[in-house]
């Protein structure tokens, strides 16, 4: 009963190398040399949980095994979706590509993010993504992140300083610092500050519970509006935040600040074209979701592997040391060549979004498979980013693989993709890169960190991955 083609060799499929992607809108006859979508390998686990557990418990073995046993194309289930699994770089370039527009991230993606995160970005396709793409950028030119970096600065100081109070008499280098709530918190009153532009006040704390209920809802087993669920309360908290977006939008229109709000309220492609309020309110509400657990764990991942790396802590302060200036400015955000690698590193060793969920639209002949259209199909990082045959000891911490000429860095084009690729590539990564180098930039000059002999950061994947246990941290003042 469940098991489907388990244990078929990968060499049944093409080539690693060599798959590709064929068009068609008729039916399986009509392609030459495909075999049909039932021989693909895989197995679908358990009855509706498919493969869920093992997955989200050990997500890197889980698949690392998987590919050895089922190859690059293979099925499974996860949460009682039927999945097919394509694995590795080149699969990645033809999905993410996708040229003939036969692959949907809408469809795909709907069933994780509606009705919460609606017509977000990332939940549109084609021509419609395009159009709001062309004028959303407006928002993320460089003057723009300039902006945005100033707005951060003085919240970053504030919270990094008061991190070293202390309580109870102990100060804070004598005592567990748990990084990852502490700086969870500091990112919400950033995002107060420089996404909705509202200051640091009460009303500033209800709109962060209001996201944090938004985003709980959304992951929620119960997914039905019954009084008294996380589900409900984010139905709710989704009302309340668009009420807030659609009351302060002519305000901002008339008087744009330096927030990313206002300036979606402005924003403007070349041929003219600006976002209607509703538009507005909803690119509002996902971008806020996008940016906020990525930015936090990829940060919380930096200051893990310089705890663990105090060589690199040192490298990495001294060049910060060395720009002389208390708040990382737009002119200095590229002359930091040894937190370039960090962060790299700690992107491919742990992506904050470890799969890209999409749908095909047409029928296709991916890899020498008939994949009919409405197949649900997923890329995923986690694999690709610990794939032997691109990485040297990919499980070890390196940020020097991707120095100047380092050729793994050249490897493959989507043998890194922790923001993605193709027509949906991360929009707001420069902002959050931003971000993270501003507080590593402060961070090095007012601590130095530890953690304990042989600490590994144990992370949990609810969804996207986080450290299970806060992750604690030492902190000490220079
Ligand atoms: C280190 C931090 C970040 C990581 C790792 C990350 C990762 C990603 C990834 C993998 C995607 C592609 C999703 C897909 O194709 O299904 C994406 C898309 C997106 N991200 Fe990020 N992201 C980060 C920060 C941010 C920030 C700070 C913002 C906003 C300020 C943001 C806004 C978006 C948006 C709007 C999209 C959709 C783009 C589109 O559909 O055209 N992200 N991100």
Redesign the pocket.
Known sequence: MLAWTGGAPMLQTAPLSTPHVEVDSNRAREFTNVRPFEEIPGHPGWPVLGNTIPMMATPVTFLENWYKKYGPISRTRSVGVDILLLLGPELNRLI?LDPHEAIS?RQ??SFYMDPFFKD?????DFDE?KLH?GI?MSA?RKERLAEYLNLMNPVIDDHTDRWMQTRGGRPLDRRTFYFFPNFKHMALQIATRV?MGHELDANGDKLIKAFQDVVAASVAVVRKPIPGTAYYRGIKAREMLEDYFYSHIPEKRANPGHD?FSQLCIAEDDDGNTFTDEQIVN?MI??MM??HD??T??TTRVVYHLAKHLDWQEKVRQECRALETDFLTPDHVMDLPNLEMVIKEA?RLC???PG???KTIKDLNIGGYFVPAGTQVQVD?RHTHYMDEYWDDPHEFRPERYAEGGIENKAHRYAW?????????????H???Y??RAVVHQLTQKYRWHVRPGYKMPLKNPGLPMPADGFPVTFERL
């Not at 977000?120 to 549109?124: A, I, M, R």
Request: charged share 10%; net charge positive.
């Open positions: 993410l991230s795909g993606l977000g970005l990332v939940l549109l993504h793409r959303m993320f996404f990313l690119h996902f971008l996008a940016a990525t930015t764990m990829t992107l992506a904050p979004v890209l969920p999409r990082m993709l922790p923001f993605g690729g193709g027509a949906h590539k991360c929009i707001g990564r902002f959050g890169l971000l993270i």
